[in-house]
């Protein structure tokens, strides 16, 4: 007979105006026990939440292995792909639609079948592709790239994301535009910066003061549930007395969830960690260019084919300058057929949350209004990085196909802003 299961957490989450509660009940399987009412994980979303949307559990060493997670709902059980790292157990709730039944969760012992939602890596001639069902999602480009014959190869880099691509294969990024040679897909270099009484520019590659390559990759991991590689990239001071030296170690981590129903639509986290090795540290100066994360759309989209909508419900002619919890960029399919793209999340632990944007205005690029975003966290502010001591900025994007609408987009932040957990409370069984 069982002396214990492992029963109730509930944990409310709220922000802005949308609040939402995830109730996580949890029995664990215990040595002994012959009940499957005692083998089970039920898990209860509120109303509000009608996203699909990671959540984690901590796990017992114990259960690690050799187990299957099972979902019942509407009186048909399946297998719920899951992924374990350390110790916390990784899976995808499905979204709460007001009026249905919830999804009752069950881990029991047992083997796992082959994952239907499965991503991977590939790695080729200096690219690191994350593919989902075998189709390219995102490359991270850690070979060196040059520019187009005739320019100057200072141009050149290495340690940036490209092409960035919908579910269905349309690429939203761009590289080496001519009216930008340093614009690089999905990145973030920061622009004027101080090391002692000298300005560096790590963003202007043809102002040759600085760059950003990259140097190893510090880990790599792949499951059903999430795909996750994280770099190490060094800022390189290239007008230092003593020569190149580096200003800035940053370790990028980059995950892409799988959203296993919602086959239109992925996530990815885009989180940087970073510090100063040199004795003074380095000065961020104010300005609407730098650091955060940066994209440079396909050249496909210009001001009569793409909206900007912020949480803010500011619009592309309003945003620039503005701050946003998040940002939604969408343009025109390339087969002309739909929309779709990308929105932008910012964590409340960032600097300058709501963060700072900078958004291309409609007339630039000679009137065509091709599209640049930004979180920019020293947009309005100088910030001073002391030496030795660790910062962090973290991101997270939704690529999407189809509409996505406000109430959607909130819901999405929230569940970024506050990361639904299960915590396991142990009580007394009841007699048998």
């Known amino acids: 007979m069982c002396k214990?299961?492992?029963d109730f957490h509930c944990m409310s989450i709220h922000k802005s105006n949308t609040i939402f509660c995830v109730f996580l009940i949890i029995a664990m399987v215990l040595q002994g026990c012959h009940s499957e009412n005692e083998n089970s994980i039920a898990l209860r979303l509120d109303s509000n939440l009608t996203i699909n949307?990671?959540?984690v559990l901590n796990i017992a060493e114990n259960l690690k292995n050799d187990i299957?997670?099972?979902?019942?709902?509407?009186g048909i059980t399946e297998e719920v792909p899951f992924q374990i790292q350390g110790n916390r157990l990784w899976f995808i709730t499905d979204a709460g639609q007001e009026g249905t039944e919830r999804s009752a969760y069950t881990i029991r012992k047992g083997v796992r079948s082959e994952p239907p939602y499965d991503l991977s890596q590939t790695d080729t001639d200096g690219n690191l592709q994350i593919t989902s069902n075998e189709r390219p999602v995102l490359t991270y480009r850690y070979g060196m790239t040059y520019p187009p014959m005739g320019i100057d190869t200072i141009f050149r880099k290495s340690g940036f994301i490209h092409p960035l691509c919908t579910p269905g294969g349309d690429t939203l990024s761009r590289i080496q535009?001519?009216?930008h040679y340093h614009h690089y897909g999905l990145w973030g270099p920061w622009t004027r910066t101080?090391?002692?009484?000298r300005s560096v520019d790590f963003w202007n590659l043809g102002e040759s003061q600085g760059t950003v390559l990259f140097k190893n990759f510090t880990s790599k991991t792949s499951g059903p549930v999430f795909s996750e590689f994280q770099a190490h990239q060094e800022h390189f001071d290239l007008t230092a007395k003593q020569g190149k030296q580096v200003a800035i170690n940053e370790y990028l981590s980059v995950r892409v969830w799988n959203l296993r129903e919602s086959k239109n639509r992925y996530l990815i986290d885009y989180v940087s960690t970073f510090s100063s090795p040199l004795p003074s540290g380095i000065l961020f100066e104010a300005y609407r260019y730098g650091g955060g994360l940066g994209m440079r759309f396909t050249?496909?989209?210009h001001k009569d084919n793409c909206t900007v909508l912020t949480s803010e419900g500011k619009d592309r002619q309003a945003a620039d300058g503005t701050s946003a919890r998040w940002c939604m960029v969408t343009g025109r399919a390339a087969n002309g057929k739909g929309r779709n793209g990308i929105l932008?999340?910012?964590h409340p632990e960032n600097r300058s949350h709501p963060e700072p944007m900078r958004v291309w205005p409609v007339d630039g690029n000679n009137g065509r209004g091709d599209l640049f975003f930004e979180f920019c966290p020293i947009r309005h502010n100088p910030w001073h990085i002391e030496p030795q001591k660790e910062y962090r900025l973290k991101y997270r994007l939704l690529v999407f196909e189809g509409e996505l609408n406000v109430?959607?987009?909130e819901a999405y932040w929230q569940s970024f802003a506050a990361q639904p957990w299960a915590k396991i409370v142990m009580k007394e069984a009841p007699n048998q």
């Open 299 to 301: 050249e496909r989209w």
């Open 407 to 409: 109430d959607e987009a």
């Open 4 to 6: 214990k299961v492992k």
């Open 53 to 55: 949307t990671p959540v």
């Open 177 to 179: 535009p001519p009216d």
């Open 194 to 197: 101080k090391i002692e009484d």
């Open 68 to 74: 299957v997670l099972l979902k019942t709902a509407n």
């Open 344 to 346: 932008f999340l910012s």
